[in-house]
DNA sequence: CGTGTCATGTAAGGAGTTACATGATTTG
DNA sequence: CAAATCATGTAACTCCTTACATGACACG
């Protein structure tokens, strides 16, 4: 689902501004779709110019003033059959899958400091996102702490996975 | 790694022609890293210019002329630093998991057919791996394998993965 | 005689990111 | 007094795909 998906979803919640889809964009659930700036006032834009969302200007006094998008009708039927259509296959390019494919080309040393550097990043990103699992279980939906829940398992299969190629490399399989 | 990384480290293995690397490609090891002709020629184009590779035309008869790339001393340098680079963790957007998180827009059962598709579309991901798995074990070294049984691996935890919320979904947990 | 394989290439388009520009107000 | 937060926006760029153009030979 492209940005203009996402945002549809977002405001069929909830009215919002174009600062806050990014904030919640940025949140929790930025590991399987994030989208900058540079996307999100373009799509709604263009998303107002095609009638499926309106925007209210809010006045503010102190702070910039805010443009509030609601989703309209034809946004909402827009997003339905975004929703309902076919489901594509998860599309990933993979760096160290890249790497692993050369791996004949460096040092077993090398190799395996790949491998657990890689181990230590996703462990990172779990840390990460255990570390909010308070305020997801506090904010979202079932659903949506599907989402998270489908992450965490994600991340911590990416890393069992990682450590069955270091365990062949360690010769202790 | 892009195009540019990618074309680099085969071209380390041997000397091969454009049409030739596509082929890689789209084999077996596509799951985690395609590209198109629109991306490869180009790439040869300017990594030739940028004294990366070298080339030499090969006249033949009846068949089209072919262009047959070989990595110089410095295209070995990069490729060196960008096998030794940091690793990126995997940058993926999953369709399955921005229709997961609007969930609680759907009927209950539009969500399992949702769920059932994506699990067929993985499972004949894998009936389609599994099936070149002889052509695999018979061409690649073994980084290569570990590569494909990685790929193995990451659909059937993707699916298992999926499995888990549809059993929250019908209840069964 | 149509379809597939061999083989190279370009132009246009898509979907995003990064970096910049602006500017007040709040927090440390 | 510097940095973060609030808030919007655009221009340039990246990196890739799709679709087209070209043309001969081989297979069934």
Chains 1, 2 share one sequence.
Do not use: W
Not at 2 to 8: F, K, R, V, Y
Not at 29 to 57: N, V, W
Not at 76 to 103: K, N
Not at 112 to 126: F, V
Request: with cysteine.
């Amino acid at each position: 689902m492209d940005a203009q998906g996402m945002i549809l979803g977002m405001l069929q919640r909830r009215s919002m501004t174009g600062y806050e889809l990014k904030k919640i964009f940025s949140s929790s659930f930025a590991f399987f779709s994030e989208f900058s700036f540079g996307s999100i006032y373009p799509a709604l834009k263009k998303m107002e110019q095609d009638g499926l969302i309106t925007m209210r200007m809010e006045i503010q006094h102190g702070t910039p003033n805010r443009k509030i998008y609601t989703i309209t009708d034809k946004g909402r039927d827009r997003f339905r059959m975004i929703l309902t259509s076919p489901v594509e296959l998860i599309s990933f390019r993979s760096d160290f899958l890249s790497r692993l494919f050369f791996f004949s080309q460096l040092s077993c040393e090398e190799r395996k400091d790949i491998c657990h550097g890689y181990r230590s990043a996703i462990l990172e990103k779990l840390a990460q996102m255990e570390a909010r699992r308070p305020e997801i279980e506090e904010k979202a939906d079932l659903f949506q702490l599907q989402c998270f829940e489908f992450g965490v398992r994600f991340f911590q299969d990416l890393d069992a996975n990682v450590a069955e190629r270091l365990n062949l490399l360690e010769g202790q399989l």
